[in-house]
């Protein structure tokens, strides 16, 4: 930081540490920095304000901050954050923006791996959470009081521009991702009771395990979740239940995923090409619409069930790369695998395969 900077009231106690809500207690009760400039060794740098104030009697911290990104002199992003945090239930309020922040100067800021690894890009984050007197019941849809709880509502919006990245044990050429958006309203309560699943069969009570303790109450709802991913729009909605703060994970994830009718063509278009390979090379036509109801346990991701209904119309498949073309596998084959690790050599003797008609 410059010389000019100024750290106001750096109050931290000693002592063992054994979980986050307790480093979270031991926080500093005020922090201010006037006026700060973070530079790197290479063309980029960090301009910010801080204001930080611990409130250890209400389990909650404050923090405001302002700031920019520089790459070579030039404006690479700002940020500003003005939030209340309540670490003991894990609840937020208060509003956050970043604005064009690009992230070829992240790359280089984070530098290792990172900084050969982004290779372009912006990134808009806005978030808004407010805590609210009064709430849905998101167990029963009624609305009712938050009796004591903390609840509150999220809107948010997040955009990624131009995006690319170079994952050389992905693919072997840069990565280049079409413009995506999510923009979304959800509600938090943390009195909300867990519902029964309804996909999956919980279990008895004896068998599960000693992590999941007593019952468990709390839920972040989105109902409202618009995707963009190039040019193509779905609505993706999913949910946390049985909130268990912030020293373990929610007792159940769902996700609510819906694609209208959508153009195949539209679909392969919004992919990013370094990704297909020779798949890039099919020709196909028609629409496809996609509904996916999907529920888990964190427990044991194992359990997790979903359903999935897809629905094809006019689906035409005109053309395929030679390289992929088994509609060339006239009669049976035998492909091996082998996988000495885990002790895996099986032979499988595949049936003939004749379309009716192909091209």
Wanted: proline letters at 6%.
């Amino acid at each position: 930081a410059a010389p000019h900077d100024r750290l106001h009231g750096l109050m931290l106690d000693a002592g063992p540490v054994h979980s986050l809500p307790q480093l979270l207690e031991r926080l500093p009760l005020h922090v201010r920095i006037a006026s700060a400039r973070l530079r790197t060794s290479g063309e980029t740098a960090l301009e910010f304000t801080l204001d930080f104030e611990h409130r250890s009697a209400a389990q909650q911290f404050g923090i405001r901050s302002a700031g920019r990104l520089l790459k070579e002199q030039a404006n690479a992003g700002t940020w500003s954050v003005d939030q209340r945090v309540h670490y003991r239930s894990g609840e937020v309020s208060g509003v956050g923006r970043i604005d064009a922040l690009d992230l070829e100067a992240v790359g280089k800021l984070l530098g290792g791996a990172w900084h050969d690894r982004i290779g372009g890009g912006t990134l808009d984050l806005m978030l808004d959470a407010r805590l609210a007197d009064e709430v849905t019941d998101l167990s029963a849809g009624e609305a009712s009081p938050a009796t004591g709880a903390i609840a509150a509502t999220i809107d948010g919006e997040v955009r990624l521009t131009s995006a690319v990245f170079t994952l050389p044990a992905v693919a072997g050429e840069p990565i280049v991702l079409p413009d995506i958006g999510y923009r979304f309203h959800a509600q938090v309560d943390a009195s909300a009771a867990v519902p029964a699943p309804r996909l999956y069969r919980p279990l008895p009570v004896e068998a599960r395990p000693v992590t999941l303790g007593s019952v468990s109450r709390g839920a972040v709802i989105f109902d409202r979740g618009r995707l963009r991913f190039g040019r193509v729009e779905m609505d993706l909605r999913p949910s946390l239940r049985g909130l268990r703060g912030l020293e373990s994970v929610p007792e159940r994830v769902e996700l609510l995923l819906e694609l209208p009718p959508t153009r195949l063509r539209e679909i392969a278009d919004s992919l990013p090409t370094a990704l297909l390979g020779p798949v890039a090379a099919i020709d196909i036509d028609g629409s496809v619409a996609w509904k996916l109801d999907f529920e888990s346990p964190t427990e044991s991701i194992s359990r997790m069930q979903w359903r999935s209904e897809i629905t094809t119309d006019g689906l035409e498949l005109r053309s395929i790369p030679a390289e992929l073309n088994v509609f060339g596998l006239r009669g049976t084959f035998i492909h091996r695998i082998v996988d000495e690790a885990h002790g895996v050599d099986r032979v499988i003797r595949a049936p003939q395969a004749r379309p009716v008609t192909s091209r």
